[in-house]
């Protein structure tokens, strides 16, 4: 086996199960801590002077179909290999960004990586998904509209567009809510490493959100409605959750894979019979969707 190659020199601490690691392309936003052995000085491994790092590690066990054949090339065969950004170090706890494995895998070597590694590295690039590729381009514009004293993310998956709104709005109190609690307590690892102290997540369904009617000045998903079996029970808990003219900000993707593929006029129809009156953009792939609190719900 490959890894008769190497020796164990520390574990990986973070909250990635199976469910979370099937969505591997939104993962490596996240945290996780390399605990060295006590044997093991981290200076010889890492320094101020890169900052990333190629990291071979226990392969993850599991294997990804159609554009993710590469992912299992890279992380699912003899050796999982992930190139990291180092976030904090020190004391023995290291902090990296974009470490592709499970909870509780081992680590076998750690090695900088410079600017002439990536002309080398070119197959074997990240693939870049559409819906991510879709996210890193229209993100920018609907982070700028999402403000309030009180926010709220539905679907917030690892955390990263949550945290976001985060520091963006550093008076404002930023919530998010998923279904898996994987996927949430990553979330908060990922905010206490990054010292973000206004955000608080919370393991729940969107259709019975943990909050008290009219709590939040805005709430917003993305790419999360067209995941929901009943879209409008999903919208009528969101509106239930808002204040009194608030506002609701939803991207959608267009020609999406799987679910429902709604058009604007579409989704104007649905969302009005939840009780809001909204407007729709389309920008590179995706349906940005803008909703204000209405005082009545249109009739089918």
């Not at 060295?36 to 990291?55: G, K, N, R, T």
């Not at 197959?123 to 879709?134: G, K, L, M, N, Q």
Request: aromatic share 10%.
């Amino acid at each position: 086996m490959f890894m008769n190659m190497f020796e164990e020199i520390g574990t990986i601490r973070n909250h990635a199960e199976t469910d979370a690691l099937q969505l591997l392309a939104l993962f490596k936003d996240s945290i996780s801590e390399i605990q060295l052995s006590q044997s093991v000085d981290s200076s010889a491994y890492f320094s101020p002077e890169y900052s990333h790092y190629i990291v071979v590690h226990t392969p993850l066990d599991m294997e990804f179909s159609g554009h993710g054949k590469e992912w299992t090339r890279r992380f699912c065969g003899g050796a999982g290999v992930s190139i990291v950004e180092l976030i904090e170090g020190g004391g023995g706890a290291i902090y990296v960004k974009g470490l592709m494995a499970a909870n509780e895998s081992k680590v076998y070597a750690i090695l900088p990586y410079t600017h002439i590694d990536r002309a080398a590295s070119k197959d074997a690039s990240f693939p870049e998904s559409r819906p991510v590729a879709t996210r890193n381009r229209v993100w920018p514009t609907v982070l700028s509209q999402i403000k309030g004293e009180k926010i709220l993310d539905v679907g917030c998956g690892f955390g990263r567009l949550t945290l976001d709104v985060a520091k963006q709005n550093p008076d404002s109190e930023v919530f998010g809510v998923d279904l898996f609690d994987s996927l949430t307590e990553q979330a908060r690892m990922n905010a206490e490493v990054l010292g973000i102290k206004n955000v608080e997540f919370k393991t729940a369904s969107a259709y019975d959100l943990p909050f008290e009617d009219g709590s939040f000045e805005t709430v917003f998903s993305f790419f999360m409605l067209h995941h929901l079996d009943e879209i409008l029970k999903g919208l009528n808990e969101i509106r239930r959750v808002l204040q009194k003219d608030g506002g609701f900000v939803a991207v959608e993707p267009i020609g999406h894979h799987h679910g429902p593929n709604y058009s604007g006029a579409d989704w104007v129809r649905i969302i009005g019979e939840a009780g809001f009156r909204a407007e729709t953009e389309e920008r590179d792939w995706a349906l940005m969707i803008r909703a204000q609190k209405s005082d009545e719900k249109t009739k089918k």
